[in-house]
């Protein structure tokens, strides 16, 4: 067997095991890597929402990473919900110390619903200490209006804003355009000089928690293995798209997707 793969998923916990921590190791299991976590947040939530979030005290997120980088290290890491300042600068800390590269970051913001998972005030947190250590961030539409501060109604409106974002400091922007109107779902993937454009299907349904965890895990898990980007993230869309066709139907709100999808 070869050398086995290692990624560290640094999110919150979603009870319901559809996002956050548990699609992530969910996740990089189905992709063959070891995951590891350091849980920044425990939610309460089930497919109908989020009832609850309590942060955990700042050193224990620390404490989990560094304990964890310096003993079993990792070959990629992602960032999910961070919920604050405090958090965000000290996961920054810990991912300079540890000098990890391929760090796959996906600004989480509000769950489906509309619960808060980051606090207004910890934008420029984000934007200060950790897009510049990002390999790529993977904003949806609403996650790259918050941070570009630009409204974005067309794909010409994506690129503008993926440029902004690139400003920022992450080496590639990676943005998720469900939230445009239309059939298809056309992603963009900007490396500060040219745009990538990616299409595919969009799948009827209502069973789409935990989308944006899921794909940017398999695209963490996939960068851990050493795959290069532009085709780690053709993976990672081809897991989520099968992901979400397949489904498993639970819960009475907007249930998770199938992480043990198989994609080829
Ligand atoms: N109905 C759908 N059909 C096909 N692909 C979808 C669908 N919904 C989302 N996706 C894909 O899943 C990926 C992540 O989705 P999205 O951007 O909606 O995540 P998100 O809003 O961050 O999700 P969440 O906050 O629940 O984790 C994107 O690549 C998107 O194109
Ligand atoms: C813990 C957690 N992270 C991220 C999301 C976004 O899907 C969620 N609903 N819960």
């Known amino acids: ?6 990624a560290m998923t640094i999110a919150g916990s979603d009870s319901g095991g559809g996002a956050g921590i548990q699609a992530d190791l969910k996740t990089f299991h189905q992709f ?3 995951g590891t976590s350091a849980i920044t947040a425990v939610t309460v939530q089930n497919t109908l929402g989020v009832t609850g979030v309590y942060p955990l005290p700042t050193e224990a997120v620390a404490q989990q990473m560094h304990e964890v980088l310096r003993d079993i290290g990792t070959d990629a890491a992602k960032t999910g919900m961070l919920f604050n300042a405090e958090i965000i600068e000290a996961v920054s800390r810990e991912i300079s110390h540890f000098d990890v590269k391929k760090l796959v970051v996906d600004p989480v913001m509000i769950a489906k619903g509309g619960a808060k998972l980051l606090q207004d005030e910890a934008i420029a947190a984000l934007k200060r200490f950790l897009l510049p250590l990002a390999e790529v961030i993977t904003p949806n539409l609403p996650e790259a209006e918050f941070l570009s501060g630009l409204r974005i109604e067309t794909p010409e409106q994506m690129r503008e804003a993926a440029r902004a974002i690139h400003q920022m400091g992450p080496r590639h922007v990676m943005m998720k355009g469900g939230h445009l109107q239309g059939d298809a779902i056309v992603d963009i993937l900007y490396d500060g000089r040219d745009f990538f454009e ?8 209502r069973h789409t928690h935990g989308t944006g965890c ?3 895990a ?12 532009v ?18 139907q639970i819960g ?3 249930g998770p997707t199938n992480h043990w999808a198989a994609v080829k």
């Open 214 to 216: 899921t794909f940017s």
């Open 1 to 6: 067997m070869n050398r086995l793969a290692k």
């Open 218 to 229: 398999a695209l963490t898990a996939e960068l851990a293995k050493g795959t290069p980007l």
């Open 32 to 34: 063959g890597v070891y």
């Open 231 to 248: 085709e780690a993230v053709d993976r990672a869309n081809r897991f989520i798209v099968e992901a979400i066709r397949t489904a498993p």
């Open 252 to 254: 009475g709100g907007h």
């Open 198 to 205: 990616m299409e595919h299907e969009r799948v009827p349904t």
